[in-house]
């Protein structure tokens, strides 16, 4: 079996920075298994496989999978895979505008026309949860609780990718920040996959990172289903604009030598009315896998 993959980085326009994503843009004859071991084989954090929609209303099914498990939803895989989809011709001609499947229901995409266009997806609907000690979650980073923010909470909140947020003071105490794999287990719950983002306000938007260790992933690079759930809670506790139209920037990986930039454009209050997260994307290889299932 001859498999064709795409091999791209994921908000940035700079071949080996971002977020690299494997792309099987025909995964039909795959079975689950096989997915998963594919996945653990390109080690990349997500590689996603693209089969026939079995909704109407959606133009392809991406499944996503990091080296250890399928995911219901992830941003930077759906905006890279679009990419590929585009590239690969499985969108309908000239079309700006569609939804994929995922396992989090359909996901609507955008592109904005341009000569090094931006991919957008509408985040799925967010959902907050649990408080955490601030305290417990300083230790959990290697910091101190003065290095948070004054006056704001650490908090669950998801959009398919259960995330603890931390804001920290500026953007050198992220870069300080490490995550302590025993404090953070002490700290949520075994086998909730929970991840832990930390961020710094700027004039630009924000300074961030992601570590996931309940998910094998040291750091991440760009997290694209992190960054609608970052922009909402930025809005509540006033650390970004909550007009209609506003859009900022969430620089992260920078630190790992990975830099993204993942943009964000508010819709109404960024409740209800939605968020949009987009980047531009940087083919790198196009190669087949053959794999030999005698």
């Given at each position: 079996?001859?498999?064709?993959?795409?091999?791209?980085?994921?908000?940035?326009?700079?071949?080996l920075?971002?977020n690299?994503?494997?792309v099987f843009?025909?995964a039909?004859?795959?079975?689950?298994?096989t997915?998963?071991?594919?996945?653990?084989e390109?080690?990349l954090s997500?590689?996603?496989?693209?089969l026939?929609?079995?909704?109407?209303?959606?133009i392809?099914?991406?499944?996503i999978?990091t080296p250890?498990?399928?995911?219901e939803?992830?941003?930077h895989?759906?905006i890279?895979t679009?990419?590929?989809?585009?590239?690969?011709g499985l969108a309908?001609?000239g079309?700006?505008?569609?939804?994929?499947e995922?396992?989090v229901?359909?996901v609507?995409?955008?592109?904005?026309?341009?000569a090094?266009?931006l991919?957008w997806?509408?985040?799925p609907p967010i959902?907050?949860?649990?408080r955490?000690?601030?305290t417990?979650c300083?230790a959990?980073?290697?910091?101190?609780e003065?290095d948070?923010?004054p006056?704001?909470?650490?908090?669950?909140w998801?959009a398919?990718?259960?995330?603890?947020f931390?804001a920290?003071?500026?953007?050198s105490?992220?870069?300080r920040?490490?995550v302590d794999?025993t404090?953070?287990?002490?700290?949520?719950p075994?086998g909730?996959?929970n991840?832990?983002?930390v961020?710094?306000p700027?004039t630009?938007g924000?300074y961030?990172?992601?570590f996931?260790p309940?998910?094998?992933?040291?750091?991440?690079?760009?997290?694209?289903?992190?960054?609608?759930?970052?922009?909402?809670f930025?809005i509540?506790?006033?650390?970004a604009?909550?007009?209609?139209?506003?859009?900022?920037?969430s620089?992260q990986g920078t630190?790992?030598r990975?830099?993204?930039?993942?943009?964000v454009l508010?819709h109404?209050?960024g409740?209800a009315d939605?968020?949009?997260v987009?980047g531009?994307?940087?083919?790198?290889?196009r190669?087949t896998?053959?794999?030999?299932?005698?």
């Amino acid at each position: 079996m001859n498999l064709a993959y795409h091999v791209v980085d994921v908000f940035t326009k700079t071949p080996l920075e971002g977020n690299a994503l494997a792309v099987f843009p025909d995964a039909r004859d795959l079975d689950d298994a096989t997915m998963q071991a594919i996945a653990r084989e390109m080690n990349l954090s997500e590689t996603t496989f693209v089969l026939p929609s079995t909704r109407a209303d959606c133009i392809a099914r991406v499944r996503i999978f990091t080296p250890n498990y399928e995911m219901e939803f992830a941003g930077h895989p759906t905006i890279g895979t679009s990419f590929v989809i585009q590239q690969e011709g499985l969108a309908p001609r000239g079309e700006t505008s569609f939804t994929l499947e995922e396992k989090v229901g359909g996901v609507r995409v955008r592109i904005e026309a341009g000569a090094d266009p931006l991919i957008w997806l509408v985040t799925p609907p967010i959902s907050t949860g649990a408080r955490f000690d601030r305290t417990a979650c300083a230790a959990a980073l290697g910091l101190m609780e003065s290095d948070l923010l004054p006056e704001v909470p650490c908090e669950l909140w998801t959009a398919g990718n259960p995330l603890i947020f931390v804001a920290l003071r500026d953007p050198s105490v992220v870069d300080r920040a490490s995550v302590d794999a025993t404090l953070f287990r002490a700290l949520s719950p075994a086998g909730s996959k929970n991840c832990m983002f930390v961020f710094a306000p700027t004039t630009e938007g924000a300074y961030s990172r992601m570590f996931a260790p309940e998910q094998g992933i040291v750091e991440d690079p760009a997290t694209g289903s992190a960054t609608g759930p970052l922009a909402a809670f930025m809005i509540k506790y006033g650390l970004a604009s909550r007009a209609d139209g506003c859009r900022f920037v969430s620089e992260q990986g920078t630190k790992m030598r990975r830099r993204s930039f993942l943009h964000v454009l508010v819709h109404g209050d960024g409740g209800a009315d939605g968020i949009e997260v987009g980047g531009h994307v940087t083919a790198v290889t196009r190669a087949t896998m053959t794999l030999d299932r005698t």
